[in-house]
T-cell receptor
Framework: KAGVTQTPRYLIKTRGQQVTLSCSPI?????VSWYQQTPGQGLQFLFE???????NKGNFPGRFSGRQFSNSRSEMNVSTLELGDSALYLC??????????????FGPGTRLTVT | AQSVTQPDIHITVSEGASLELRCNYS??????LFWYVQSPGQGLQLLLK??????LVQGIKGFEAEFKRSQSSFNLRKPSVHWSDAAEYFC??????????FGAGTRLTVKP
């Protein structure tokens, strides 16, 4: 079956703009998590959605938001972009997101560059 | 504070040599533990995971990890490294609240 897909793969934006990233989970998976990966801060958890509801949230400012649609596809939005938002944004999906036996599968990521 | 620590930022080993990557966690209760590998420009691939039971866990690509509660460690090992193992390796912990925490990563270089 198809893996987790993320679009676009690469993106260049200017400071102050906003951006929307998309993630399509593996078919049947209902939990989608987002992570930010930077050289300085490493991998950090942004938020997790399950059945169209944000269930968990990491320690990021309100400029970072997301949503999940009824087909489990998810989008994340970053408003008023800052240079520090340049990162690889990874999406991961799982059946229920409850950990344990429920493995997270990661997409290839979207590389966002803010200039 | 809850955290995952990978003490080694970069490790270089010769092809065919053994490998051990270190990981320590700091949680009140033992979380679920994972090792992931990331090749350049790629997402994360799960190598193995530990939930409970047998403290020696076998994973894909010939990797194994040993959970040691007394040392709060979950070290990754491979008896003989291949050039294709060059990548970045992340240890991760998932406590009950679903806030997955990753270590800073260890970059593995394999010398021919």
């Amino acid at each position: 079956k198809a893996g987790v897909t993320q679009t676009p793969r690469y993106l260049i934006k200017t400071r102050g703009q906003q951006v929307t990233l998309s993630c399509s989970p593996i078919s049947g998976h209902r939990s989608v998590s987002w992570y930010q990966q930077t050289p300085g801060q490493g991998l950090q958890f942004l938020f997790e959605y399950f059945s169209e509801t944000q269930r968990n949230k990491g320690n990021f400012p309100g400029r970072f938001s997301g949503r999940q649609f009824s087909n489990s596809r998810s989008e994340m939005n970053v408003s008023t972009l800052e240079l520090g938002d340049s990162a690889l944004y990874l999406c991961a999906s799982s059946w229920t997101g409850t950990g344990g036996e429920d493995e997270q599968y990661f997409g290839p990521g979207t590389r966002l560059t803010v200039t | 504070a809850q955290s995952v620590t990978q003490p080694d930022i970069h490790i270089t080993v010769s092809e065919g040599a053994s490998l051990e990557l270190r990981c320590n966690y700091s949680y009140g209760a033992t979380p679920y533990l994972f090792w992931y590998v990331q090749s350049p420009g790629q997402g994360l691939q799960l190598l193995l995971k530990y939930f409970s039971g047998d403290t020696l866990v076998q994973g894909i690509k010939g990797f194994e990890a040993e959970f040691k509660r007394s040392q709060s460690s979950f070290n990754l090992r491979k008896p003989s490294v291949h050039w294709s193992d060059a990548a970045e390796y992340f240890c991760a912990a998932l406590p009950g609240n679903n806030d997955m925490r990753f270590g800073a990563g260890t970059r593995l270089t394999v010398k021919p």
